[in-house]
């Protein structure tokens, strides 16, 4: 049972920076993709980041580009979210989210990851 644990959220001005971290147990498969997600009230969830575990690659949505950043420390089986230039519009509950295998081009399809961790809330003002 792969179990994801989410923090790092928190309320910040326009222009700052935030770090969210997911820790992960509990699979060991070699080859796996871990996202982020985020959704917005009355949104759906949207894809922000991803990364293959075993290679490093990693993925973005348009939105963030360039100002998120996704990297992980395998030693501690954790994922992070270095989120710079936070913008109002990227106010939402973030969530962290496992598949086994690749994340390829569909990363960002939600239907793909099996586990989700409980989300962590960031909040920018304007």
């Known amino acids: 049972q792969v179990q994801l644990v989410e923090s790092g959220g928190g309320s910040v001005q326009a222009g700052g920076s935030l770090r969210l971290s997911c820790a992960a147990s509990?699979?060991?498969?070699?080859?796996?993709?871990m996202g982020w997600f985020r959704q917005q009230p009355g949104k759906e969830r949207e894809g922000v980041a991803a990364?293959?575990?075993?290679?490093?690659?990693?993925y973005y949505s348009d939105s963030v580009k360039g100002r998120f950043t996704i990297s992980q420390d395998n030693a501690k089986n954790t994922v992070y979210l270095q989120m710079n230039s936070l913008k109002p519009e990227d106010t939402a509950m973030y969530y962290c989210?496992?598949?086994?295998?690749?994340?390829?081009?569909?990363?960002?399809?939600?239907?793909?990851?099996?586990?989700w961790g409980q989300g962590t809330q960031v909040t920018v003002s304007s």
């Open positions: 989210a496992h598949l086994t295998g690749r994340c390829g081009g569909s990363w960002y399809w939600i239907p793909r990851y099996n586990y």
């Open positions: 509990g699979y060991t498969y070699r080859t796996n993709c």
């Open positions: 990364i293959s575990t075993g290679g490093g690659t990693t």
